[in-house]
């Protein structure tokens, strides 16, 4: 007889990860945050090279099950909302393994007001809350990259990080494209980068190269770069965070380049339009929002190597 009826999780840490709901909303309750609820199916998605939506016919019409409820809670924020958070379920096509499953349990939070400093200081006070792993340091991407790499990541020749890769024996995919910058940037973050991040405490990687500010605004500088930030503990990603985007046409751009990328990749292009970018024009107040994998962070809180044991029906046994 056959049990892959049987959860993949056992109960100890079934019953933590109903702990960490807990003590996650405790958090953000404690400091005012109103919890919401937005769509999991909607008209709208958001636009990334990299991020694949599940699409769904409804009576003819298509939508998307979210990647993040991102879209949604912006509008939230332009309709008069100040502190809000959400645990919710978002779905990304083909991702599946250890630290990935096509559909899986996220935190977003969104504070107006907020600038980076106080965005990584509440990120880093979350993770403190439900890891108890110590305050976190902050490492900006370049400071990462020269200690890493060897290489400052903002002035670096697309050649240099070509060779940089081949110096390091790693295996580029035969899809990288050679004058892919960010491409070549992000496989030395994976595979070089990454693994020594959050392993003696947890690790903020702020101040992105401009050409990875997905919806985060460019600060101006010498070089410019994207008020991005990233969560890393224990060398996995945790959390990604933005000093939000405001400009709807800027926002236009990005999801027209994007979309050429994507048809470049040889994937369908996204919607371009979007109820955010009437959002936007109506008037987005000033914020910073984070979205955390809280699947990751049970796993770490129960020493797990994959999520399939804090999950009680992953992909395979949905």
Same mark, same amino acid.
């Given at each position: 007889?056959? *049990? ?8 100890? *840490? ?25 769509? !999991?199916?909607?008209?709208?998605? +958001? ?13 003819? @019409? ?17 309709? /008069?909302?100040?502190?809000? %958070? ?23 939070? %969104? ?19 439900? $890891? ?6 902050? +490492? ?6 020269? @200690?890493?790499?060897? $290489?400052? &990541? ?10 940089? +890769?081949?110096?390091?024996? !790693?295996?580029? &995919? ?8 960010? =491409? ?26 401009? =050409? ?5 605004? !460019? #600060?101006?500088?010498? &070089?410019? +770069? ?8 224990? /060398? !996995?990603?945790?959390?990604?965070? %933005? ?9 236009? #751009? ?11 990749? /040889?994937?369908?292009? $996204? ?9 936007? #024009?109506? /008037? $987005? ?34």
């Amino acid at each position: 007889m056959s *049990n892959d009826f049987r959860p993949t999780a056992n109960w100890q *840490n079934l019953r933590l990860r109903a702990d960490l709901l807990r003590r996650t909303r405790e958090f953000f309750d404690s400091l005012a945050f109103l919890e919401v609820e937005t769509p !999991i199916l909607s008209a709208d998605t +958001v636009v990334d090279r990299h991020l694949d939506p599940f699409c769904v016919d409804v009576a003819g @019409r298509q939508l998307w099950l979210q990647t993040s409820p991102e879209f949604a809670m912006k509008r939230l924020l332009a309709a /008069g909302a100040e502190a809000i %958070y959400q645990i919710t379920r978002a779905f990304r096509l083909g991702e599946q393994g250890p630290l990935h499953n096509p559909e899986f349990t996220m935190v977003e939070w %969104y504070r107006t007001g907020d600038y980076p400093d106080e965005g990584m200081a509440l990120t880093g006070r979350l993770c403190d809350a439900l $890891l108890r792993r110590g305050p976190a340091e902050r +490492v900006s991407y370049a400071e990462a990259f020269e @200690r890493h790499v060897g $290489l400052n &990541p903002h002035t670096a020749e697309t050649g240099a990080l070509v060779a940089s +890769v081949r110096k390091h024996g !790693i295996a580029a &995919p035969g899809s990288l494209a050679a004058d892919d910058r960010d =491409g070549w940037l992000e496989l030395l973050l994976v595979e070089r980068v990454r693994p020594h991040l959050g392993t003696e405490r947890p690790t903020i990687l702020c101040d992105y190269p401009a =050409g990875q500010s997905a919806l985060a605004q !460019i #600060r101006d500088g010498d &070089p410019p +770069v994207a008020e991005r930030f990233e969560l890393f503990v224990d /060398g !996995i990603e945790l959390a990604n965070g %933005y000093h939000e985007l405001l400009d709807a046409d800027e926002l236009s #751009r990005r999801n027209q380049h994007v979309n050429a990328q994507r048809r470049r990749d /040889g994937k369908p292009p $996204l919607p371009g339009e979007s109820r955010l970018l009437a959002a936007m #024009r109506a /008037g $987005l107040p000033g914020s910073v929002g984070v979205a955390m994998g809280f699947d990751r962070v049970v796993m770490l809180a129960a020493g797990a190597k994959s999520l399939a044991e804090v999950t009680a029906f992953p992909w395979d046994r949905a």
